[in-house]
């Protein structure tokens, strides 16, 4: 956007009942790896002090476009536009396709075009990310389901509201909007009080989850709040009880969208009123600093498969990365290790691994680079390690095993670990020198979500040997032990 479209949107933002404080911040193009366009503080602005406010009305969801109540709502219903983003994402096509005659118009001119994230990479890009979590979860297949499943035939079913125009209404617009909402909507939920469909003078929605981030500023708003962190994927959604609402809660928020991140830098956040949502310094800004809010910290992966960027900070160890990075390891790595290194039958397992997930276990496990071994890891490795004596006493209790990290487990763990370091096609040292040379950005991000996940798991590798060097003459010992006592305990009841 350039200097006459920020012009035309701010026009428009105050023109619709928007307002800013022109004083304290504008809008301006930082260098890309902080962010492009955002916020910059025009003179020092002190913690606590309202940047920016939106009414609600402002905001862009199903609650805000008129377009499921133009097409029906029953009949938005019966189509499941109601469930996941395909409606929002219908209300953002149709709203583009109205031009001048939205009421987002300009807003919507403000909105990207073009991503760097891995939905729109090239085979041979995409292959980069081998190895890493971003991989299956791309969603690209079920935006393509929803969009074959819900929009078309609403297209086809409504063409006096949508016309013939496939330009707007394209699969590829499709994914254009879903991006837009993936890097740039926030969760506004509805204002409690509100009446059902969201009418008359109870004033539609509140911002985020109203728990731990609420801060109170003052009287007027004491219980603000933001969710900055673009929506979980659509499938964890459909898994949610009160889906439908919160499909509605998905919502554009202009003006605050246009504020980057980055780890550990907020200094801005959003918070909500009855009737207005509002961007609030929440530390003192000196005048040229950009005014930045959070994206929740989220690892590299998560940036990258959302944002489209990475956070690259030095690290204790000498390094640059993202202090939250994570490695994932899937349960069904440990259950084969286990396998393999005590020749275990299947059909033992298949009963302990139900239970496991019955008494909701995890079957993801993450490790972080505070080298925190995961207790639930720990626990199902000892799971799978007992005897079917002890198993059934375990399945009695209905507990599972404490989470001990002994040498029979990290020996699993560190064979599991072992075993996940080779799902990636190449090593630390190709990857740390490959990134000293020249790369399209899509392949140096890549590069840098993977060689962070190889150093964790590479430096719990490290962990896990000292702990099996230590622990090992000590278990020993304990071992001998307990059959001295069994040993004692069985003379005596003999
Ligand atoms: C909510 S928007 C922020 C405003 C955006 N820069 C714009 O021009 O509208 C999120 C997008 O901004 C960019 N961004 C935000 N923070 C960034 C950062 N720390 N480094 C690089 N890009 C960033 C990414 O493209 C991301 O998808």
């Known amino acids: ?265 907020e200094n801005a956040k959003l918070f909500y009123e009855k009737n207005d949502l509002m961007m609030i310094s929440t530390k003192p800004i000196k005048i040229g600093e950009q005014i930045w809010n959070t994206y929740g910290d989220l690892p590299n992966a998560e940036l990258l498969r959302r944002y489209g960027h990475v956070d690259l900070l030095p690290l204790p160890d000498g390094t640059t990365g993202n202090p939250s990075d994570l490695v994932e390891l899937s349960a069904e790595i440990i259950v084969g290790m286990v396998k393999e290194l005590h020749s275990q039958s299947s059909e033992g397992f298949v009963e302990r691994i139900d239970w496991w997930l019955e008494e909701g276990g995890d079957d993801v496990f993450e490790f972080d680079c505070e080298l925190d071994l995961p207790p639930a890891a720990l626990s199902l490795i000892r799971l799978l390690l007992l005897t079917d004596g002890e198993w059934n006493k375990v399945r009695e209790k209905g507990k599972p095993p404490k989470p001990k990290a002994d040498s029979d487990v990290l020996l699993v763990l560190e064979k599991a670990l072992n075993k996940r370091c080779k799902e990636y096609s190449s090593s630390i040292e190709d990857d740390e020198s490959r990134l000293q040379g020249e790369l399209t950005l899509n392949v140096r991000h890549a590069i840098v979500v993977r060689l962070s996940e190889k150093r964790i798991l590479q430096n719990t590798l490290n962990k896990i040997a000292t702990l099996l060097h230590n622990r090992k003459p000590q278990d020993n010992k304990r071992k001998a032990e307990a059959q001295s006592d069994s040993g004692t305990k069985k003379s005596k009841r003999k």
């Open 1 to 265: 956007m350039d200097g006459e479209g920020t012009d035309r949107f701010l026009t428009w933002f105050q023109t619709r009942g928007g307002s800013y404080d022109a004083n304290s911040m504008g809008i301006t193009v930082f260098p890309p790896a902080e962010g492009g366009r955002g916020a910059i503080a025009l003179k020092d602005i002190p913690e606590g002090h309202l940047l920016f406010s939106i009414p609600r009305s402002l905001s862009l969801s199903t609650r805000t476009s008129t377009l499921p109540k133009v097409f029906g709502l029953a009949e938005w219903k019966q189509l499941e536009l109601h469930k996941g983003w395909a409606g929002l994402i219908l209300c953002m096509m149709w709203e583009a396709a109205r031009g001048k005659e939205s009421n987002w118009a300009e807003y919507l001119d403000t909105l990207p075009t073009a991503f760097d994230t891995p939905m729109f990479w090239t085979q041979s890009e995409l292959e980069e990310l081998a190895g890493t979590s971003i991989v299956g979860k791309l969603g690209k297949e079920d935006a393509e389901r929803d969009y074959e499943g819900k929009v078309r035939p609403a297209l086809k079913r409504r063409p006096d509201i949508f016309g013939q125009n496939d330009k707007f209404y394209s699969l590829e617009m499709y994914h254009t909007m879903g991006s837009r909402i993936l890097s740039r909507s926030f969760n506004v939920e509805k204002w409690e009080g509100d009446d059902e469909d969201g009418e008359g003078t109870s004033e539609l929605l509140t911002v985020g989850q109203p728990t731990d981030d609420a801060m109170d500023i003052d009287d007027a708003n004491p219980e603000g709040t933001h969710t900055v962190e673009a929506e979980t994927e659509e499938e964890d959604r459909e898994e949610e009880d009160d889906e439908e609402e919160d499909s509605s809660d998905v919502a554009m928020v202009p003006m605050a969208d246009m504020l980057n991140a980055r780890f550990g830098t």
